[in-house]
C-alpha cells in the first residue's frame, strides 16, 4: 500500500507542551499545502493530565482516521497506557523519546515499532533554554518534510513576536538537526499546492458557521463537553451580526429560550450533549406539537449517564429519533464529516424553518473536536424559508389543515395574526381539544408534513455503484469512505450510502440507491446496533442485512470494516 | 373609576372569545380582568403583547386573552418568554401562572429570572395549591393543610414567600396584588409592566375548590401602609415580618435591565468566516 | 350475538351527579354478583364540567370496552358533543332524556337509537325533593335489573346516614317505578354470584399495591394526570407500613430520590405520565449506568407534549424502550388489564432488584384510571432478591464481573463494602476510565444481565392456536382477548400474544410461540405504530406481518381489531 | 492543634486511595482535607457515612473519600440525598459538590432542600466558575469576569449569595469557610453536620486555573465577627451587606427537621389490601 499520509502523535504529561506541537504542525502543513488534522486525546484532568496530540497529513482531503501511527514523539511516559487503547503501533511505526524520561513501556517496546532515543532535554539545554518540547517540534517538522519556514511563520504567529519564539525557533533548529540523520519513514507523496480555498476549522465551528449562514440568529445554551465549542463561536458572531447569545441556567432553560425565540421569528439553535439531550426532550415534544422550528446539536460522546465525556460515538440514535413522549415526528440528521458539519447544519435549520418543525443534528466528538484543513466547501443556497403571511384577512387559524399540511405562521407583532401555541392537543384554530377527530387530524398533519416533503438528493450520499452496499452515518463515513477508495477489489464491488437524513425514514429514495445490491454492512459506533435496528424498524430492505457495530471511544477504521467484509464473504 | 381607559383599545379589545374552563368563583377571572384593565390602560396593541405560561388552571390565561400566546410546559414559561424578549425586544412579553408551575418545578427558572433581569413581567396566579392536577400542596401551601392525600396531615414545612426569594435572587420589582380587585391589581399591573427589568407580582387568586378557606382572602387583603422601599435590606425586613396579605408595591429597584445586543449588525458573516482563512501558500 | 353484557352511560354536566350514579351503579353490580367496570370521561373543566359515566355489567370477568352504548341517560344535553366520539350508539341502544332540558342533538337522534323521554326533575319534585339524579338512578337499576336492595345499601354507605340517603331512595323509587312500563333493553344473562373473592379496584391501586406486595417501602412522585393516584394510594400505605413518601418539588427530583433509597436499600418507585418521564430519562441513564434498581410507572396518556393529560393512548413505548442517550438496556413491561397491573408491577420491581437495572412499566389511562369488579388475584411469589453480600472479604469491586453479570451490591452500613456508584463509565471497582477495554466490558456486562436472564412464561401471555396471531400489548389486549373469545370462526383460527415484557426483546420464546402461525396482525393504540416497528426491529419474524395501530383518545375494540383482519382475508 | 482526633478513626481511615484529577493548587483539595478532618472529629464509622455528589471537578469528591459514595449526574445531588436520608435516616449522609451544579442547573433543588429540611448537609465549593468544562461563568461569577468565550465582556449580572438564598427558602444553618483553612473548614463542617436538619456551608474553594484572581482568597477570609445568630432577620441584613469572606456559622435557626415516618409497621399490607375487598353478597 503506498503511503498516502502521515500520522504523528506527539504525547506528554500537561504542560509539557504537546499540543503547542500539535497546532503548529497542523498549521505549518497548511502553508505548506498539505491536507491536515489535528486530533487531541486527554485524560480527565482538567490541567496538568497527560495529553496526546495527533496530527495527519495528507496530499489530499483526509476522511478519516490513520490506521496506524507512523511517528509516535513521547515527551514523557507519564500515564502513556491511558492512550494505548487510540495508538496502533507496529512495526511501520517510529518512536522517539528522551531516554532521560525513563524505559519504553512494555506494551510500545512490544508493537513492533522501531525505536529511537534521543536526548530532548538535553538538546533544549543546549539550544539557549528552549522547552523540550521545541525540540520534538522540529524533529517532526524535519522527518514530516515541513520547510523550517512553515513552522517559524506559525510560531511567529502563536507568540506573536514575544521572546518564546525566539528560543522556540532555536529548539526547532536543534530538533531538525538531529532528526537530519534519522532515516525510515515512509513519507507520503508530497501535496501538489493548490489554488483551491482551504480553511482550518473545527466540525463545531463548521456547525455554529452553518446556523449562522442558515439565517440562525439566537442561541442559548449550557456548557458541556464536548459541545461547548459551537455555543462559544455563536456567542463570539451572534452580536456581531445583530443576534443574541444567552447562557442558560440549565438545558431546561437553553430550550424554551431558543423556542421563545423562534416563535418570536427568529431562527434559533442550541447545542449539547447525551445528558443535556435527555433534558430538553420534553420540550423539544413542546416544539413538535406547537409547531416551532428549533435545532438542537448534539455533539454525541460516549454514553450511557455521564459516561465518557471527553470521548466519541454514535449512541444516542435512540434518542434523538424515539427519545420523545408521545407520537412526535420530528427531524434528525447527521453531518458525515468535519466539514459536512456546515452543511448539514445549514440544512436542518432551513428545514425545520420550512416545516416548522424540531431537528436534531447528531454531530459527535469526533466530527466537532477534530481540527482540519480541508477545501472550503462552496456556499449551498437551500430557499426554503418559514411560510409567514404577509398579512393576515379574517379569522387566523394557525394550525390550518393545508396541502402540504404545513400552515402559515404568524409572528408576534403582525395585526391580526393573534394566536396561542399549544402543547395540548387542539383544533385548527389551536382551541384545546380532546376530540379523536381534532386528534387525528393534527397527528395526521405533523406526520404528513415531514413525511410528503421532497427532500432531494441531499438526504444521503452514495458512492460506488457494488453489490455490497455499506450503510452508515456521521463519523463513521469517512472509514468507509476510504475503505471504498482503497479496496475496489471486494468481490462484486462495493457502494457506500452515506445517510444525512436519518429521520423520517426515506423508503423510496432508498429503493432506489439499493438497485442491484445484493447484501448490506450497516456500520454505526454504538454497541447496541441501534442504526442497524432503526433501518429494520424503518425500512423493508429485502436483501441481506448484517450489523457490525462497536462501541466507542476509540474511532471505526476501514481496515476493521475490511475485516467484517471478508468475514461475511468466508462465513 | 380609577384607571379606566378612554382611548381606542377597550378592555374588551384584549378578551378572546374563548370561554374559561375555570371553575366558578376561580380567583383567576379576577387576574383575567386586571391583565386586559392594564393593557388598555397602556394602550398597547393586542399584536404586540405575548403572553407565555406553562401548565396548570392558571396557565391556561393566554388563551382568554386577545394577544400572542404560547401554552407551553409545565414550569418552563419563564425561559421561553426570556427567549422572545431578547429576540423581539420591542414586544411586551408577559408570563402568567401559578404557584405550583412557577415555584415547584419551575423555581429554577424563577431564580435566574429574578437574576437575569430581562424586562418581563411575571404574574404569579397563587392560590397555595395545584389545582389543575385536583388538589396538591404547592411550595407556599401552609404546613396544616390536609386535604391532600399525598401529605396527609399536611405538608409540615413552612411554605415558601415568593417575594422573599425573588427579592434574594435580585427582582427588582415586587408586588403583590390580590384578584378580588382587578382594578387595583390592573394599577399594579400597569407599573409591573412599565418598569425596566424583570417584574414580579405576586396575585392572591383564591382556588375555592381545593382551597374553600381562601373565600376570606377577600376580606384579609388591605393595602400595604408604606411606600414602596427602594433599600432591599428593609424590602426583606418588610417581607420575612408582614402577613402576606398586604398589596402594592412592595420594593423597587434601580438595578440595570439584561442588556439585549444591540440589533445593529457590525459585520458580515463573510468577515467572521475569513477567521478560518488558511493565509496564503507559502 | 348474545348479550353477556350491559354498558349504561350516564352524562350531565358538572354537579348534576351523574359520577355518583355511575360509583352506585358499579357498587350495587357488586353487591349482586356482577362483575362491572366503571369508566369516567371528563371535559378540561376541574369542576362544573360535563362528565359522562359508563358502567359496564357483565356475568364474566370484563376484558375490554363495550362495543356500543346499551343505554344513555341524559341528565342534560350540554357539551354531550363532547362525548359523541367515545360513545356508539346505534339500534340496540336506548336513549332516555328529561324534555325539559331540550332537544335531543342531531348526532344523537340520528344514530338510531331508541328514544325515551322522561321528566326526571319532575319526577323529582314530585318525590318530596330528591335531585333529578336519584330519579336516573332508579330508572339504570330498574332498567338493568339490580335490586333496589343493592341500591339502597350502596346508597346508605356513601351517605353514612345522612339525610340525603333518604331523600335519595325516594327518588330511586320514583326512578324504578317510572321504569317499570319500559321495555326493550336486551339484558345479559343474569350473574351466577361467584364464591370467588371479588375486588373493587382501579389499576392505578392495583400498580400501587403490587409495588408494596414486591416489598417497595420509598416512593416519591410529583402530581400528574393520569398517575397521581399510584402516588396517592403510595403516601396513604407507606408510611403505615414503615416506608416513606415524599412529594417532590418535580420529576427531576422524583426520580433521584428513589435513586437514592435504593442506594440505601431499599426497594423504591416512582409514577409518572409522558412529560413527567421525559425529564426522567437522564436520571434513568444514571440507573442503568450504577446500576441501581429502581422502577418507574408511566400511565400514559394522549401525546405528544401535553397532549390529552386525561385520555388514553400507548404512544410513550419509542421513549420507553429508546429515550435514554447512550447504549442504555433496561426493562420495559406492560400490564395487560386492570388486576394485572398489580403482578406486573410486582414482577417489575422483583426483576428490577435481581437485575439492579431500572424498570418502566407502561399503564395508561385507560388501566390506571377504570374501576373494576373484578375477581382478585392469588398472591405471586418471585423469588429474585437483591444480590447483597452477607459480609464482605478482601477488597470489594461493586461492578465486579460475573458470570451472570451482575454484581454483588453492599449497602451503606455495611464495613468494608464502601464504593462509589458511577455514572460515568468505570472499571470494575468504579472508578472512572475512559479505557475502550473498561467501556466494552461494562456495556458487555449491562447488556447481558438482562439479555441472558430467563423470564420464564411470564414474559407474555399466549391464548388459542390458530395460525393468525394478533400480537398487542398492555390495554389493548383486553380488545383482542374479546375477539379470541367470540370469534373463533376466523379462517384458521386466532392466536394471541400479549407481551408483558417488552424490553429487552425474547427472540427465543416469542419463535416458540409463532410456531405454527402463518401472519401476524400487530394491534396498538399509538398514530406512527411504535409497537409494530419496535418488533421488526427487535424479531426477526419471518411471516407476514401487519400493523392495525390508531391514535387515542378512543380505545381500539375488539370489531376494530376483526375488520381489519377481514380486510385483510379479502385483499 | 484544634480538633485534632486522638481515637479510633484517624484523618486518614476517611481517604480512598484514588488519586484526585484536580489542578495543582485547587481548593479543593483543602476542602477535602476538612471533610476527612471532620469526620475524624465526629468519629463516624466510614461505613456509615455517604457522601453524594453531582458532576464538576468538586464533585468528584466522593471517590477519593472512604465512605459511601455516590456520582450521579449533574444537578441532582440534592434530590438523591434526600432520598437516601429518608429511607437510610441512620447514616450521615452529605452533599458536595460545585456552584454550578448547586445554583445553575440544581437551583431547584437547592432551594427546595433549604425548605424541606432533612438532616443532610449540603457542601457546596464555590469558586464562581465550572471548572469542569474549562471555565464558564457560574451564578457566583462576579458581573466582569470576561474570561469566557461564552459570556464575553462578563455575565453582566449580579452574582447569586447562596447564603441569602438558603436562608430565604428556609435553610436553618448556614456557614461559609474556606478552603485555605481545613482545620477551621473542619470545625465548621463538625457543627453543621452535628445540627439537626439541612445546613449548608459555602466553602470558597478557589480555582486557579480558569479564576487565576482567586489566589487572593486566601488572604481576604476572616472570621466573621459577630456570632452566629438565631434571628433571620438579622441574619438577612448581614447576608445583604457582608462582603461575602467573612467565615464561620452565621445563622442558626431552630425549625424542626423534616419528620420521616416512623419505620415502625403499624398495620399489615393484607389489612391495607381488604380496603379493596366487596363486602359479601347480597
Ligand atoms: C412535567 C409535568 N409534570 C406534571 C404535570 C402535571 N401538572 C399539571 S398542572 C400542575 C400543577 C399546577 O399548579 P399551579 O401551577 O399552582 O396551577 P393552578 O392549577 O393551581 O392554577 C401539575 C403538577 C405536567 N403537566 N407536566
Ligand atoms: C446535564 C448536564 N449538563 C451539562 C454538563 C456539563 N458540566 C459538567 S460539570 C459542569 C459545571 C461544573 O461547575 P461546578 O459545579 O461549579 O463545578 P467545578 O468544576 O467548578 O468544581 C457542567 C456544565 C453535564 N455533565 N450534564
Ligand atoms: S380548581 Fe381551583 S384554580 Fe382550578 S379553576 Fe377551579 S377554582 Fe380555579
Ligand atoms: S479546573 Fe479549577 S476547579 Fe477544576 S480541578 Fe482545576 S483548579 Fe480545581
Ligand atoms: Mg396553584
Ligand atoms: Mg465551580
Known amino acids: ?111 513492533g515499532a522501531h525505536y529511537l532515543a534521543m536526548p530532548f532535554k538535553a538538546l533544549a539545554a543546549q539550544a539557549g533554554g528552549a522547552r523540550p518540547n521545541m525540540i520534538v517540534l522540529g524533529v517532526a517538522a524535519q522527518l514530516a518534510g515541513l520547510s523550517r519556514k512553515s513552522v517559524e511563520q506559525t510560531l511567529e504567529k502563536t507568540f506573536h513576536g514575544d521572546r518564546r519564539f525566539v528560543t522556540g525557533m532555536a529548539g526547532v533548529d536543534a530538533g531538525i538537526a538531529a532528526a537530519l540523520p534519522v532515516n525510515g519513514l515512509d513519507l507520503p507523496s508530497a501535496p501538489t499546492p493548490s489554488r483551491a480555498e482551504r480553511w482550518s476549522i473545527t466540525g463545531n465551528q463548521a456547525a455554529a458557521l452553518g446556523a449562522l449562514r442558515a439565517g440562525v440568529r439566537f442561541a442559548a445554551g449550557y456548557p458541556i463537553t464536548p459541545a461547548t465549542e459551537v455555543l462559544e463561536w ?32 427568529v431562527p434559533a439553535i442550541t447545542a449539547t450533549s447525551g445528558p443535556g439531550l435527555a433534558l430538553m426532550m420534553e420540550s423539544i415534544g413542546l416544539a413538535v406539537a406547537a409547531e416551532v422550528p428549533i435545532v438542537v446539536i448534539d455533539v454525541m460522546r460516549g454514553g450511557p449517564a455521564t459516561g ?80 409567514v403571511p404577509d398579512q393576515v384577512d379574517g379569522a387566523y387559524q394557525r394550525y390550518q389543515l393545508t396541502p402540504d399540511s404545513v400552515s402559515p405562521m404568524t409572528l408576534p407583532g403582525m395585526p391580526g395574526g393573534q394566536y396561542t401555541a399549544e402543547g395540548l392537543e387542539h383544533d385548527e384554530s389551536g382551541i384545546p381539544s380532546v376530540r379523536a377527530r381534532d386528534h387525528l387530524h393534527q397527528l395526521d398533519k405533523r406526520r404528513n408534513k415531514l413525511a410528503e416533503f421532497d427532500y432531494g438528493d441531499y438526504w444521503a450520499d452514495v458512492e460506488g455503484a457494488g453489490s455490497t452496499a455499506i450503510i452508515t452515518w456521521g463519523a463513521t463515513v469517512g472509514a468507509a469512505r476510504e475503505l471504498l477508495a482503497r479496496s475496489p477489489e471486494f468481490d462484486g464491488g462495493l457502494r457506500l450510502i452515506a445517510l444525512r437524513l436519518l429521520a423520517p425514514e426515506q423508503p423510496g429514495p432508498m429503493a432506489k440507491m439499493l438497485r442491484g445490491v445484493k447484501r448490506i454492512l450497516v456500520v454505526e459506533q454504538s454497541h447496541g446496533a441501534q442504526f442497524y435496528r432503526y433501518l429494520k424498524s424503518g425500512y423493508d430492505l429485502s436483501v441481506r442485512m448484517r450489523s457490525f457495530c462497536r462501541p466507542g471511544p476509540v474511532p471505526i477504521l476501514a481496515v476493521e470494516i475490511a475485516t467484517q467484509l471478508q468475514q461475511w464473504d468466508s462465513s | 373609576m380609577k384607571g379606566k381607559p378612554s382611548h381606542a383599545f377597550s378592555t374588551k379589545c384584549y378578551k378572546s372569545d374563548i370561554k374559561p374552563i375555570w371553575c366558578p368563583g376561580c380567583g383567576d377571572f379576577g387576574v383575567l380582568a386586571s391583565i386586559t384593565r392594564a393593557l388598555a390602560i397602556l394602550q398597547v396593541p393586542p399584536e404586540e403583547v405575548a403572553v407565555v405560561s406553562g401548565i396548570g388552571c392558571s396557565s391556561r390565561i393566554p388563551a382568554y386573552l386577545n394577544a400572542y400566546g404560547f401554552h407551553g410546559v409545565h414550569g418552563r414559561a419563564l425561559p421561553l418568554a426570556t427567549g422572545l424578549k431578547l429576540a423581539r425586544p420591542e414586544l411586551t412579553v408577559l408570563v ?187
Open chain 1, 234 to 265: 455563536l456567542a463570539l458572531a451572534l452580536p456581531k451580526l445583530g443576534g443574541e447569545f444567552v447562557q442558560a441556567e440549565d438545558e431546561l432553560a437553553a430550550v424554551n429560550q431558543i423556542i421563545g425565540a423562534s416563535f418570536g421569528g
Open chain 1, 1 to 111: 500500500m503506498i503511503q498516502e499520509r502521515l500520522s504523528i502523535t506527539v504525547a506528554g504529561s500537561g504542560g509539557a507542551g504537546a499540543v503547542t506541537v500539535g497546532n503548529t504542525l497542523l498549521e505549518a502543513a497548511g502553508l505548506t499545502g498539505w491536507y491536515a488534522r489535528l486530533t487531541r486525546s486527554s485524560g480527565p484532568q482538567i490541567r496538568g493530565g497527560e495529553v496526546a496530540a495527533t496530527v495527519c497529513l495528507s496530499s489530499h482531503p483526509i476522511q478519516s482516521e490513520p490506521t496506524h501511527c507512523d511517528l509516535l514523539l513521547a515527551l514523557d511516559w507519564k500515564n502513556i497506557s491511558r492512550f494505548a487503547d487510540e495508538m496502533v503501533l507496529n512495526r511501520h511505526s517510529m518512536v522517539i523519546s528522551d531516554p532521560a524520561q525513563g524505559a519504553v513501556p512494555d506494551s510500545i517496546r512490544d508493537s
Open chain 2, 96 to 282: 402568567a401562572g401559578g404557584d405550583g408551575d412557577g415555584f415547584a418545578i419551575g423555581g429554577n427558572h424563577f431564580l435566574h429570572a429574578c437574576r437575569r433581569n430581562a424586562d418581563i413581567t411575571y404574574i404569579v396566579m397563587d392560590n397555595q395549591v395545584y389545582g389543575m392536577t385536583k388538589g396538591q400542596a404547592s411550595p407556599t401551601t401552609e404546613p396544616d393543610w390536609d386535604l391532600s392525600q399525598l401529605t396527609p396531615g399536611g405538608p409540615g414545612m413552612n411554605p415558601f414567600l415568593p417575594l422573599l426569594l425573588a427579592l434574594g435572587s435580585g427582582a427588582n420589582f415586587l408586588a403583590r396584588a390580590s384578584s378580588s380587585d382587578p382594578g387595583g391589581a390592573a394599577d399594579i399591573l400597569v407599573e409591573a409592566i412599565r418598569h425596566p427589568g424583570f417584574s414580579f407580582v405576586q396575585i392572591l387568586s383564591p382556588c375555592l375548590t381545593f382551597q374553600p378557606e381562601q373565600r376570606k382572602w377577600k376580606k384579609m387583603v388591605r393595602p400595604a401602609p408604606v411606600k414602596a422601599t427602594t433599600d432591599p435590606v428593609r424590602a426583606a425586613k418588610r417581607l420575612m415580618t408582614d402577613d402576606n396579605f398586604f398589596v402594592g408595591v412592595l420594593y423597587q429597584g434601580e438595578r440595570d435591565p439584561y442588556e439585549e445586543s444591540s440589533e445593529e449588525v457590525t459585520c458580515k458573516l463573510d468577515s467572521l468566516e475569513s477567521e478560518f482563512q488558511l493565509p496564503g501558500l507559502l
Open chain 1, 308 to 387: 465518557i465525556p471527553t470521548k466519541s460515538e454514535q449512541s444516542d440514535l435512540n434518542i434523538a429519533i424515539h427519545g420523545l413522549p408521545g407520537d412526535a415526528p420530528h427531524l434528525v440528521m447527521a453531518p458525515t464529516s468535519v466539514n459536512d458539519c456546515l452543511d448539514t447544519t445549514h440544512w436542518a435549520v432551513k428545514l425545520s424553518e420550512w416545516l416548522q418543525v424540531p431537528a436534531i443534528v447528531l454531530s459527535n466528538q469526533a466530527l466537532g473536536q477534530t481540527r482540519m484543513i480541508d477545501n472550503k466547501p462552496a456556499p449551498r443556497e437551500w430557499a426554503t424559508e418559514r411560510k
